[in-house]
């Protein structure tokens, strides 16, 4: 099997900026393109509407925000690597995975925030998910990694 399309899954996290690092270093080494992909989960755009705030405006910020986030990870790590970016709105989990098939990926690079016990069954594990439904390899960064 030939990793050449690398899908990198971002959010604002240092965790997610270390995998963007990594999942480069590899498209390089592997001469394979990438997609940077960030969901945007449009139930936490949360709105004011007695100040006229509406929770599609929010949403709207936090694509454009993820958006310039993407362009801004490609312009700083992704030198001489061919790059899509997505950033759709909907389910977390099952927009990533829906994205790995749609784009053929071969590979998935995800950081992980290494949360244990109380905080994980509180915050959930997007990378744990990926991990046990995803239909091509995941290969998850830590963030304690020293690149």
Not at 22 to 32: D, N, T, V, W
Request: proline residues 4%; contains cysteine.
């Amino acid at each position: 099997m030939k990793l050449n399309r690398i899908l990198i899954l971002i959010d604002d996290s240092p965790c997610a900026i270390r995998a963007a690092k990594y999942g480069y270093e590899l498209a390089r080494e592997l001469q394979a393109k990438v997609a940077l992909l960030s969901v945007v989960d449009a139930a936490l755009a949360e709105g004011n509407v007695d100040a006229g705030i509406f929770p599609e405006q929010e949403a709207g910020k936090l694509k454009r925000a993820a958006e310039e986030l993407l362009h801004n990870i490609r312009n700083d790590y992704g030198q001489s690597v061919e790059t899509e970016i997505f950033v759709p709105e909907g389910n977390v989990k099952e927009t990533i995975l829906q994205m790995a098939k749609e784009w053929k990926a071969k590979l998935i690079v995800i950081g992980s925030h290494g949360r244990t016990g109380f905080s994980r069954l509180l915050m959930g594990s997007i990378a744990e998910e990926v991990i046990r439904h995803s239909p091509v390899p995941v290969f998850v960064v830590p963030v304690t990694i020293k690149l």
